[in-house]
């Protein structure tokens, strides 16, 4: 008899059938993403969005409100600068409420679009501890991060600057400006496919299935590496589109994040084997 998660989808071997917190599971071999996934996810992701436009826009403006917030209350670019990239490290946890729409979009059993948007915003209660785990597990790692990037300012900007258009405008007039760049993108880079790899997939899993933090890492990094280069191009699609929004003044993330956060959904259920390809959905 095949099991089912949450979502009524079937449970993929050694994933699916442990309750979380029975200990680390080893995944069945990740299957590879079909060709044209990248474009794919976001199509599905822009559907699932224009389908369910208010509550999407509602997590959407979430993200503005607190990219807002943030401006006006660090008055130090350094600072500024660790924060808006760090936002990269924590949104796929942010986004466990977009996750919880798409779910329920694509369930089996129809679920109002209001009963789904109140279950959305306590959506990380269906697997708590483990939820919470990797919540922390993200805090310390930006925390890291922030520490991380304003030293590296530092290294390389000693002049003053109040906000992120001021550093911006210093770093671009420095000599050795490009090298800065270069030096934080390698290391940014290291930071968030580390986040990337082990989040990928895991966090929708843990909302999908009662599977452990650890399982749920493991088989998103297999999942990762498995399909490295589609996982790559997923990755730049992510931090292109997360750059348009912040250079917009932070407004159309509120059509960005929301579209990301459905779309990862769908890569869930793609590399996880919960469903087969995402085109063979039928959402209502």
């Known amino acids: 008899m095949t099991e089912t998660g949450h979502a009524g989808l079937p449970s993929v071997p050694g994933v699916g059938a442990p309750a979380a917190g029975d200990g680390p599971v080893t995944p069945p071999p990740a299957p590879l993403a079909s060709p044209g996934a990248v474009r794919r996810w976001l199509w599905l992701g822009l559907r699932d969005f224009a389908a369910m436009p208010a509550a999407s826009l509602f997590y959407g403006f979430m993200f503005v409100a607190m990219a807002f917030v943030l401006e006006a209350f660090i008055h130090d670019g350094a600072w500024m600068l660790a924060f808006v990239t760090g936002f990269a490290l924590v949104a796929p946890f942010l986004a466990l409420g977009l996750y919880a729409l798409s779910r329920d979009r694509t369930s089996a059993v129809p679920v109002p679009l209001l009963a789904s948007f109140i279950a959305s915003l306590t959506a990380w209660r269906i697997n708590l501890g483990q ?57 940014g880079g290291g930071f968030a496919w580390l986040v990337f790899a082990t989040g990928v997939v895991s ?35 992510i931090a292109a589109l997360l750059g348009l929004g912040m250079l917009g003044r932070f407004l159309p993330l509120a059509l960005i994040v929301p579209v990301i956060g459905h779309a990862s959904w769908h890569v869930y259920r793609e590399l996880a084997g919960a469903a087969g390809p995402a085109d063979g959905v039928t959402a209502r």
């Open 203 to 237: 966090l929708p899993m843990m909302l999908d299935r009662p599977v452990d933090v650890l399982s749920a890492m493991i088989w998103s990094v297999q999942a990762a590496l498995t399909n490295g280069a589609t996982m790559l191009r997923w990755a730049a699609a």
């Open 131 to 187: 939820v919470a785990i990797y919540g922390v597990i993200l805090t310390l790692l930006l925390a890291a991060w922030v520490r991380v990037s304003v030293v590296l300012v530092a290294l390389f900007f000693d002049q003053p600057a109040n906000s992120l258009s001021a550093l911006a405008a210093g770093l671009a007039q420095d000599p050795e400006g490009f090298v800065f760049f270069a030096v934080y993108f390698v290391v």
